[in-house]
């Protein structure tokens, strides 16, 4: 059985690989966004092959990559990943306030966010945080904490990896899912307001 120890390439953003694979059988490999972050596992495709991945420690995969190409039989296998949306949190608008008022600001977020549990990267001007719960209850604790100076959207996750590095796809969304709200964390919130 063989191991595949390296990405060949990439069908959507390698021109010559989208070229060569136009006519090929092409088998899909679905990831969740757990998998997606490991560098060793093993794979089913969507045509019943198995794939024993092990890729260099810290490598990270995106969605498209090629991990198999015949081209005698024309045939290949590609990692298709499924990410959770992400909400971004926009900061930049900070900028033009007072150190006090941005301390408070950005103290404040810290505290809507790290109450819910929700991991979290923060990027230059930009928060990135995962959807890990209804879109919904999100959307009602960002409005609940009204934070003046900030604007938030939902984005796909394919769309925020170009912007993060490995480490940073890793916290965002090896973290987020189900496991990670389903346990106790050993304390109680009282909030008094």
């Known amino acids: 059985m063989n191991i595949y120890t390296e990405i060949l390439g990439n069908i959507y953003h390698d021109q ?9 059988n092409i088998e899909k490999i679905e990831l969740d ?11 089913k495709g969507n045509q019943g092959n198995e794939y024993p991945i092990a890729l260099k420690r810290h490598s990270q995969v995106v969605n498209g990559d090629i991990i198999y190409f015949n081209p005698t039989e024309n045939k290949a296998a590609i990692l298709e990943i499924d990410l959770s949306p992400v909400m971004v ?25 790290g109450n819910q549990h929700w991991p979290a990267v923060v990027k230059g001007t930009k928060v990135y945080v995962p959807l890990t719960v209804d879109k919904k209850v999100m959307l009602s604790v960002m409005e609940t904490h009204h934070l003046e100076g ?3 959207e939902f984005h796909q996750g394919v769309e925020v990896i ?32």
């Open 150 to 152: 900030i604007t938030y």
């Open 89 to 113: 949190v926009d900061l930049s608008e900070l900028c033009n306030k007072k150190p006090e008022e941005i301390i408070r600001i950005a103290v404040e977020l810290g505290h809507a966010i």
């Open 33 to 43: 966004q757990w998998t997606a972050q490991k560098s060793r596992f093993l794979a």
């Open 16 to 24: 010559a690989w989208a070229e060569k694979l136009k006519t090929a």
């Open 162 to 193: 170009p912007y993060l590095a490995p480490h940073e796809i890793r916290r965002l969304f090896g973290g987020a899912g189900q496991e990670s709200h389903a346990h106790d964390h050993g304390h109680s919130h009282h909030h008094q307001h």
